[in-house]
Nanobody
Framework: VQLQASGGGLVQTGGSLRLSCAAS????????SGWFRQAPGKEREFVAA????????KYADSVNGRFTISRDSAKSTVYLQMNSLKPEDTAVYYC??????????????????WGRGTQVTVSS
C-alpha cells in the first residue's frame, strides 16, 4: 500500500487548508484511513480516522468540530479539511491506513501503512 500526502503549506490563524492522501485504486475500500501529526519535539498523535466503508469517522478532541476527514472513492483519495486553524496545529501531517475496523476497539493505533508527511504551518 502506497500513500502520497499533499496539500500542506503556510496559513494564518483562522485559515483553512485541505490535505489529500492518494493511494492506488481500491485501497481505501479495504483499509481504514487515518491522519496523524507530529509537532517539533513531540510524539506523533492521532488526528482523525475514517472507516473502510466511509460512514464512520473519529477525531481527536483537539480537532473535533474544526477538521473533517472524507474520501473520494473514485479518485482513491482521502482528504482532511482543516478549518479555524490554530498555531498549535502546526506539525507534519501523515496519512495512514490499517486493515482493521475503526468502529470497534481502538482506532488510534494499528496503522500499518504510512505516507510521507506534509508540513502544515499556522502563523499567529
Amino acid at each position: 500500500v502506497q500513500l502520497q500526502a499533499s496539500g500542506g503549506g503556510l496559513v494564518q490563524t483562522g485559515g483553512s487548508l485541505r490535505l489529500s492522501c492518494a493511494a492506488s485504486a481500491g485501497t481505501f475500500g479495504k483499509y481504514a484511513s487515518g491522519w496523524f501529526r507530529q509537532a517539533p519535539g513531540k510524539e506523533r498523535e492521532f488526528v482523525a480516522a475514517l472507516s473502510r466503508g466511509g460512514s464512520s469517522t473519529k477525531y481527536a478532541d483537539s480537532v473535533n468540530g474544526r477538521f473533517t476527514i472524507s474520501r473520494d472513492s473514485a479518485k482513491s483519495t482521502v482528504y482532511l479539511q482543516m478549518n479555524s486553524l490554530k498555531p498549535e496545529d502546526t506539525a507534519v501531517y501523515y496519512c495512514s491506513a490499517r486493515p482493521n475496523s475503526i468502529t470497534s476497539g481502538t482506532y488510534t493505533t494499528g496503522y500499518s501503512y504510512w505516507g510521507r508527511g506534509t508540513q502544515v504551518t499556522v502563523s499567529s
